[in-house]
Nanobody
Framework: VQLQASGGGLVQAGDSLTLSCAVS????????MGWFRQAPGKECEFVAT???????TTADVIGDRFTISRDNAKNTVYLQMNNLKPEDTAVYYC???????????????????WGGGTLVTVSS
């Protein structure tokens, strides 16, 4: 299973950006998908997750500024980021889990497959 994240870039505070993560080599429609990020000098943190069923949630610290979605026909998960802030600057990673848990997966060790990151830089 391979994951390829894309869509990062340099934006200004208040701008929007959409990240994409294309998944190949597996049964995408059965995976729970997640987005994580790692800012310089900080630990990796949970951003959002969407279950195979379509249910989703985002981290409390992000609230409703970000929205995760998926397109099973395209084997792709998205992260729509609105009203970006300088503190959103980080490398963003997508991940896939084969877990059949009914709970939202918000920990790194719950995901088996990871893609390379895409850098988002938000200037003030």
């Amino acid at each position: 299973v391979q994951l390829q994240a894309s869509g990062g870039g340099l934006v200004q505070a208040g701008d929007s950006l959409t990240l994409s993560c294309a998944v190949s080599g597996g049964a995408f429609n059965t995976y729970n998908m997640g987005w994580f990020r790692q800012a310089p000098g900080k630990e990796c943190e949970f951003v959002a997750t969407i279950m195979w069923s379509g249910s989703s949630t985002t981290a409390d610290v992000i609230g409703d500024r970000f929205t995760i979605s998926r397109d099973n026909a395209k084997n792709t998960v998205y992260l729509q980021m609105n009203n970006l802030k300088p503190e959103d600057t980080a490398v963003y990673y997508c991940a896939a889990s084969e877990s059949r848990s009914s709970l939202f997966l918000a920990r790194e060790n719950e995901y088996r497959y990871w893609g390379g990151g895409t850098l988002v830089t938000v200037s003030s």
